[in-house]
């Protein structure tokens, strides 16, 4: 019989996978609110997840708006 994989289990994997890529990323949703940032986007932009999740795109990145 297959093993069914709980939904926690595959968040959990997929949040590891995305803070051990070798580049930066960041998500937004659907109304441009910050929702992830990795470790690396952290590097690279110089900013604390902390400081920005929660926070609109444009808000934080402001020359980028256009």
């Given at each position: 019989?297959?093993?069914l994989i709980s939904r926690?289990?595959?968040e959990n994997e997929l949040l590891a996978a995305m803070e051990?890529?070798?580049?930066?990323?960041?998500a937004c949703d659907a109304?441009?609110?910050?929702v992830?940032?990795?470790?690396?986007?952290?590097?690279?932009?110089?900013l604390r997840r902390e400081a920005?999740?929660?926070r609109n795109h444009?808000?934080?990145f402001p020359g980028t708006l256009g």
């Open positions: 019989m297959e093993e926690e289990a595959i051990n890529v070798g580049d930066g990323f960041l109304r441009w609110r910050i992830y940032l990795n470790a690396t986007g952290e590097r690279v932009l110089g920005i999740l929660g444009w808000e934080v």
